[in-house]
């Protein structure tokens, strides 16, 4: 991804984990460009792998390096994308509005997400392409009920008009910024500062503060 | 600072002109002649080889059965096949094991030209279920909290006695209430049970029609989700179409629903789905996102639609696999090359199924396959005793061989190279066999060495160029730091960069990923007139940087705040004014002679070439790996299987990493101090 030029050369606070998730074709892609470089590309290419982008955001004075992780949506990726979890703070699960068997799937990824996530990351429930409202198949109700019955955080974007994006992410950014806030406080800041300057995730679970350093996924 | 611009634009002025002069010198002039002279050469081998090739294949279509298992064909394969008789040379090194005929093609064809509406209507089908589900499940909440009210207001006349049970949901709630008055929360799991065994989904006529639609209807969205149970969301499915039909009395509205709800169902019922045939909506989706940027794959165009039906009619021919992403870049680099489709389709189809591509692909259910991620740790154990500087880097920078190396070797590195240079490497891999994949993806790594180990890279960039290496076409500086003409370019290229990154600390930032300087050993073949001068600038040209660094800040001088990378050397350094030096007419020559081979360049084929020698791959090794990896991966699945049945015992601990295994001992102090084994490659 050639977002990375935009914002190579930085200092930051904090660096925070996000990854992508959510069905083949749901625009978790473009998303990110959009985010990350306010580019759409109607055809963009499938991604295979796993792809990056990071962008700097600064929430109450604390510059803050969203580095975020996209993958491929098909379900037979999800049994390889253990790597992908590993110390990631917040996870944007993305459905399309028109297209309801991505809202149906939902539930699987939250489970896997719950598997393999650290008990603490912050889930927020993203329905994308909400400029096809005239194709629309899931009801904003239904997933904001959805939401609340799981616990996440809801929001209606359209990565094609980047309506609901920027919010999107200063958004999931916010609340694992207030998060990480409220836990340095608990233990004390000379922990954070260190954390900080080492310029490693840092993550949002105190019991498995051990996660920065290399602990090994499956196939490290 | 503006007169620093100014004074930075007058001197790269200056420096292009210099440039253009040492380029009309007699010894440049000659190295234009030698450089003609090796094209020339280089068109002539060429049409050799093409030659050498069309004997070869006039031999195999005279039924010379040897020919692509030939130490002829080999040799030949090794230097690259011409781009002219690739189209034929290709389908036969691949072969054609699986013996798949025109006539196989044509009828594969035409049953997933059956195959695919079904489908989609399917899918409809099952979204229109789904919806309905979820709107009897949407009353039935309704009815629950009128009825959870009305409890309450009951309850708290009656006593403060029940207001515990009432909150505490319908496991506290007294046996007698109505099952309908299970809040949401607790409806799927109790649903679910009742709908995986498609018999227990009991719909006894006594119970009343809202709490059936509480229990059946996230049943279904759940069973949907998991998918590989569809009978079980027909199943639970069927029970509600009976159910709305019954219940849908007297509104036409309601009645338009039950009927859209019946015939759903009835798709549902009359449309089985073997294996994976549902992966067909995804190659909708996925052949206009085959590379994008060539366009050939738009939808409606020829080539397009040659790949949509290569690819159904590969479900149609292995439904148990179905299409899995990533193949859709292999079967459209086949389709480049080879025009015929039904030839294209066969030499798909013969590399999909062999080994090395078969078990990349995992074995259907999933990619996790044990063998498959057994491969990976071998391989990346090979890496650390082969390649240990680079092993250790990725092991500082937590980077796993699972984030990279699976798609490359899963796509045959179509998805990740540039698509000349995927067909140069295909060419090899043809010839040499099953392993190459892998040693492959070992000279990949080392060639990308430079970056990996540049300490200046860090996490970030490392990642996106493992993950997705083209990405080096458009970063040609950190690739190489071939410059086209003189300073001025420097600085409007890296000035587009960090104009745009306006970041707030950046003077005090050390370890910053710095994009536009090359690693080392391409800084020293950059030959842009700054870098010719280097030596008796350099210390002045640091402290000049910091300096310039440091007043940059926010301005909007672009210019100026590139500048820390290159050009404040060139505006603190003396002028060389417009006498080309003996220095840049070097470089001009340097510069010259290698614009063909592209020494430095991570992506050109002939250094990958030279990796596959330098990279110490070994075979043995790798099995010998892979053996006892799949043995470990083997164990370790076992018992996280064992442990997610215990529920109350924590996670189980993770695999240990293999970037470091097998050299954690040789890569200690001793390593640091004397130069690694393998350091004269870089």
Redesign the interface.
């Known amino acids: 991804?050639?977002a990375?030029?935009?914002?190579?050369?930085?200092?930051y606070d904090y660096l925070f984990k996000l990854v992508l998730i959510g069905d083949?074709?749901v625009g978790k892609t473009n998303l990110l460009s959009q985010f990350a470089r306010s580019e759409f590309?109607l055809?963009?290419?499938?991604t295979?792998?796993?792809?990056?982008a990071?962008k700097?955001v600064t929430i109450e004075g604390d510059?803050i390096k969203a580095?975020i992780w996209d993958t491929?949506?098909?379900?037979?990726?999800?049994?390889?994308t253990?790597?992908?979890y590993r110390g990631a703070v917040g996870a944007l699960l993305v459905y399309d509005i028109a297209?309801?068997?991505t809202?149906?799937?939902?539930?699987?990824w939250l489970k896997e997400v719950r598997e393999h996530a650290d008990s603490k990351i912050v889930v927020m429930l993203v329905g994308n392409k909400s400029d096809l409202s005239q194709l629309r198949?899931v009801s904003t109700d239904?997933a904001q009920?959805l939401a609340k019955?799981e616990g996440l955080a809801f929001i209606e974007t359209s990565a094609l008009t980047k309506s609901g994006v920027d919010t999107t992410f200063s958004r999931i950014l916010e609340e694992i910024h207030r998060i990480v806030k409220e836990q340095e406080l608990d233990r004390g800041d000379d922990d954070a500062a260190a954390v900080v300057a080492d310029g490693e995730a840092v993550v949002v679970d105190d019991d498995k503060a051990d996660a920065k350093a290399?602990?090994?996924?499956?196939?490290? | 600072m503006s007169a620093e611009v100014a004074q930075l634009r007058q001197e790269a002025t200056r420096l292009a002109m210099a440039e253009q002069r040492a380029m009309d010198s007699s010894e440049v002039r000659a190295a234009i002649q030698e450089q003609d002279r090796r094209a020339e050469m280089a068109r002539r081998a060429d049409a050799k080889r093409c030659a050498q090739w069309e004997a070869l294949l006039e031999r195999w279509d005279n039924g010379d059965d040897s020919v692509p298992s030939s130490l002829e064909a080999r040799k030949l394969g090794q230097c690259g096949i011409p781009e002219r008789v690739r189209g034929r040379a290709w389908p036969m090194l691949i072969g054609n094991g699986l013996r798949i005929t025109r006539r196989h093609y044509a009828v594969l064809c035409e049953q997933a030209a059956q195959m695919v509406p079904l489908m989609k209507k399917r899918?409809r089908a099952?979204?229109t279920l789904?919806?309905h589900a979820?709107k009897q499940r949407?009353v039935a909440a309704r009815k629950a909290r009128e009825d959870a009210a009305a409890k309450a207001a009951f309850f708290e006349e009656a006593g403060p006695s029940g207001d515990g049970a009432a909150s505490e949901g319908p496991s506290a709630a007294p046996p007698l209430e109505s099952p309908g008055a299970a809040p949401?929360?607790q409806a799927?799991t109790a649903a679910k049970g009742s709908s995986s065994p498609p018999s227990s989904s009991s719909h006894g006529p006594a119970v009343p029609p809202a709490s059936a639609a509480v229990s059946a209807a996230p049943g279904a969205?759940?069973a949907?989700?998991?998918?590989p149970a569809p009978g079980a969301a027909a199943a639970a499915c069927g029970s509600l179409a009976k159910r709305a039909t019954a219940s849908a009395a007297t509104d036409p509205e309601e009645a338009e629903e039950a009927r859209r709800v019946e015939e759903a169902q009835r798709v549902l019922d009359t449309t089985p789905v073997f294996g994976s045939q549902l992966?067909v909506l995804?190659v909708d989706?996925?052949v206009?996102?085959?590379?994008?940027?060539l366009?050939y794959f738009?939808p409606g165009t020829d080539m397009g639609e040659a790949l949509r039906r290569i690819l159904t009619a590969f479900i149609c021919y292995r439904p148990d696999r179905g299409y899995?992403?990533?193949m859709?870049?292999v079967a459209a680099t086949v389709l480049l090359h080879v025009p015929d489709e039904a030839q294209a389709f066969s030499a798909f189809a013969n590399l999909m199924l062999r080994p090395a591509i078969f078990e990349a692909f995992?074995d259907g259910?999933?990619?996790?396959n044990v063998r498959f991620?057994a491969r990976?740790?071998a391989f990346?154990r090979v890496v650390a005793a082969k390649q240990p500087r680079i092993a250790h880097r990725l092991?500082?920078l937590?980077i796993?061989?699972?984030?990279?190396v699976?798609?490359?070797s899963?796509?045959i590195f179509s998805?990740?190279l540039p698509t000349e240079l995927t067909a140069r490497i295909w060419d090899r891999i043809l010839v040499e066999g099953d392993s190459w994949p892998w040693r492959v993806c070992a000279a990949l790594l080392a060639s990308l060495g430079d970056i990996v180990l540049n300490p200046k890279v860090d996490f970030?960039?490392v990642?996106?160029v493992l993950?997705?290496p083209s990405?080096l076409r458009?970063?040609p500086a950190l690739a190489r730091g071939r410059v086209p003409s003189g300073g001025s370019s420097v600085l409007s290229m890296s000035g587009a960069?960090?104009s745009?990154?306006g970041?707030?600390?950046?003077s005090?930032?050390e370890h910053?990923?710095?994009?536009s300087a090359p690693p080392p050993s391409a800084a020293s073949a950059a030959s842009t007139p700054t870098s010719a001068r280097g030596s008796d600038t350099g210390p002045r040209r640091a402290g000049a940087a910091s300096v310039e660094r440091d007043e940059a800040g926010d301005e909007a001088s672009g210019a100026a705040t590139a500048g820390?990378t290159v050009a404040p050397s060139a505006a603190h350094a003396p002028l060389p004014l417009l006498q080309p030096t003996e220095e840049q007419k070097e470089a001009a020559i340097q510069r010259l002679l290698e614009a063909i081979p592209g020494r430095d360049d991570p992506l050109n084929a002939d250094r990958i070439g030279r990796m596959l020698e330098r990279c110490g791959w070994d075979d043995a090794l790798f099995e010998a790996f892979t053996a006892e990896e799949e043995r470990l991966?083997r164990r370790?699945a076992a018992l996280r299987a064992r442990s997610r049945k215990e529920p109350g015992k924590s996670r189980h601990p993770?695999?240990?990493?293999?970037?470091d295994s097998g050299v954690a001992a040789a890569a200690t102090p001793a390593q640091a101090s004397k130069p690694g084994l393998f350091s004269w490659l870089w």
């Not at chain 1, 809202?103 to 699987?108: G, L, M, T």
């Not at chain 2, 259910?365 to 996790?368: E, I, K, M, R, T």
């Not at chain 2, 796993?400 to 990279?404: A, K, R, S, T």
């Not at chain 2, 910053?512 to 994009?515: V, Y």
Request: charged residues 25%; glycine residues 10%; aromatic residues 6%.
């Open positions: 991804m050639a990375a030029s935009s914002s190579v050369d930085d200092a083949s074709g590309n055809a963009s290419k499938a295979i792998g796993v792809e990056f990071w700097n510059v580095q491929a949506g098909q379900e037979r990726y999800r049994a390889i253990n790597a992908y297209k309801r068997v809202f149906d799937h939902v539930e699987a198949q239904e009920e019955r290399p602990s090994g996924g499956c196939c490290k | 899918q099952e979204a789904a919806i979820q949407r949401p929360p799927p969205a759940g949907a989700a998991d998918a992966s995804v989706l996925d206009p996102r085959t590379f994008p940027h366009s738009k899995i992403q990533g859709s870049f995992g259910a999933d990619l996790g991620i990976l740790r990346a092991h500082t937590d796993g061989p699972d984030m990279f699976g798609a490359w899963r796509t998805h990740v970030g960039t990642s996106m993950t997705n990405i458009d970063m960069r960090s745009r990154g970041s707030r600390r950046e005090q930032e910053r990923p710095d994009i820390g991966v370790d993770p695999l240990p990493g293999v970037w």
